[in-house]
């Protein structure tokens, strides 16, 4: 006997680049939507999606091998989870362009995390116009994924006036606007996003509860008083000194006892530390410089704004939200 510990965790992690491979590839030649309707054998796959029966039956075992088909007597079917994000338009929120970007424009990216290693640089992004619709397209639909779990998760009832500030989605004031017909809010975004977030805030049908202004993230300084602030995906995105001072001007803007979420990923003192967020410190680096800062730095910049942070709000298979109160 020998109490020397086995490798498979390290080689699940190892070979975890397989898995990821060909999931993008399922999602491509669109494995998951062939089994919208019901479950297939791999020659029935092949005949849906246009590729060999070798290759419907490798691509669906792997699936099946991670959980996202459930495999029995020779025939394929969805999991729950594939079936709600991965079926094309039967999906309930499609994640298809999500995969593209990560396939297209982050997975040979990382190529690069060698050099970001050993300088702490971003790698070269070579983006084009077509690379920057692949990009922001990803970008956006992960950006819906957060927003429906802030939706679900967060309790903001009661609100009334909420500021969003800053941040790439309307997604998430949208949801809140809808989970409270009685909540207002007031769109200050940065120069280039106001035409995106007054077409969403129109498609979703709440115009009229909605204004849009620009201003510069880092500098702004609202005006109002607001009961809900929202500064989701903002932090990673600037130094130090500016998420200082953005958090100081926010709670200038908000009525003692406002509610204050923060959505990013962060690197946290927990026993264990969330993997999602640890491996996106990487992601965000390599990719374009920002940043996935400590929780506690953010914590402290929250303190010293007159912000306290009441709660901790992990959303799955998305960031994490502090929720704090205006004192």
Same mark, same amino acid.
């Given at each position: 006997?020998?109490?020397?510990?086995?490798?498979?965790?390290?080689?699940?992690?190892?070979?975890?680049?397989?898995?990821?491979?060909?999931?993008?590839?399922?999602?491509?030649?669109?494995?998951?939507?062939?089994?919208?309707?019901?479950?297939?054998?791999?020659?029935?796959?092949?005949?849906?999606?246009?590729?060999?029966?070798?290759?419907?039956?490798?691509? @669906? #075992? !792997?699936? %099946?091998?991670? /959980? &996202?088909?459930? +495999?029995?007597?020779?025939?394929?079917?969805?999991?729950?989870? $594939?079936?709600?994000?991965?079926?094309?338009?039967?999906?309930?929120?499609?994640?298809?362009?999500?995969?593209?970007?990560?396939?297209?424009?982050?997975?040979?990216?990382?190529?690069?995390?060698?050099?970001?290693?050993?300088?702490?640089?971003?790698?070269?992004?070579?983006?084009?116009?077509?690379?920057?619709?692949?990009?922001?397209?990803?970008?956006?639909?992960?950006?819906?994924?957060?927003?429906?779990?802030?939706?679900?998760?967060?309790?903001?009832?009661?609100?009334?006036?909420?500021?969003?500030?800053?941040?790439?989605?309307?997604?998430?004031?949208?949801?809140?606007?809808?989970?409270?017909?009685?909540?207002?809010?007031?769109?200050?975004?940065?120069?280039?996003?106001?035409?995106?977030? @007054? #077409? !969403?805030? %129109?498609?979703? /049908? &709440?115009?009229? +509860?909605?204004?849009?202004?620009?201003?510069?993230?880092?500098? $702004?300084?609202?005006?109002?008083?607001?009961?809900?602030?929202?500064?989701?995906?903002?932090?990673?995105?600037?130094?130090?000194?500016?998420?200082?001072?953005?958090?100081?001007?926010?709670?200038?803007?908000?009525?003692?006892?406002?509610?204050?979420?923060?959505?990013?990923?962060?690197?946290?003192?927990?026993?264990?530390?969330?993997?999602?967020?640890?491996?996106?410190?990487?992601?965000?680096?390599?990719?374009?410089?920002?940043?996935?800062?400590?929780?506690?730095?953010?914590?402290?910049?929250?303190?010293?704004?007159?912000?306290?942070?009441?709660?901790?709000?992990?959303?799955?298979?998305?960031?994490?939200?502090?929720?704090?109160?205006?004192?």
């Amino acid at each position: 006997m020998t109490t020397t510990p086995d490798a498979g965790r390290i080689l699940e992690i190892a070979t975890g680049y397989m898995a990821a491979k060909q999931l993008f590839e399922s999602s491509r030649i669109g494995l998951f939507a062939a089994l919208a309707d019901g479950s297939q054998d791999a020659a029935g796959i092949a005949a849906a999606t246009g590729v060999s029966e070798r290759m419907a039956r490798i691509l @669906a #075992d !792997a699936m %099946a091998a991670k /959980g &996202l088909l459930v +495999r029995s007597a020779g025939t394929y079917a969805l999991a729950p989870d $594939a079936a709600a994000y991965l079926t094309g338009t039967a999906a309930e929120l499609d994640l298809a362009p999500f995969l593209t970007f990560l396939s297209e424009i982050s997975y040979p990216h990382w190529l690069q995390f060698g050099h970001t290693v050993d300088t702490t640089e971003p790698g070269d992004l070579q983006m084009d116009d077509e690379r920057w619709a692949t990009f922001m397209a990803g970008v956006m639909t992960y950006n819906l994924l957060h927003g429906q779990e802030f939706g679900r998760l967060v309790d903001l009832a009661g609100a009334t006036n909420a500021l969003d500030f800053g941040g790439l989605s309307a997604a998430f004031a949208i949801g809140a606007m809808r989970a409270n017909p009685g909540l207002r809010t007031t769109f200050l975004y940065a120069p280039g996003f106001e035409d995106g977030i @007054a #077409d !969403a805030i %129109a498609e979703a /049908g &709440l115009a009229d +509860r909605a204004t849009v202004e620009v201003g510069d993230t880092a500098t $702004a300084t609202p005006q109002g008083s607001y009961d809900a602030v929202f500064a989701n995906h903002v932090i990673h995105r600037f130094t130090a000194e500016e998420n200082r001072g953005i958090f100081a001007h926010l709670r200038a803007a908000a009525v003692p006892g406002a509610t204050l979420t923060v959505l990013d990923f962060f690197l946290d003192d927990d026993a264990e530390q969330r993997a999602l967020d640890a491996l996106h410190a990487g992601e965000y680096l390599v990719i374009d410089g920002t940043v996935v800062y400590p929780e506690s730095e953010v914590r402290a910049w929250l303190t010293d704004a007159g912000w306290d942070v009441r709660e901790k709000i992990a959303l799955p298979g998305s960031p994490r939200v502090l929720v704090a109160t205006a004192v």
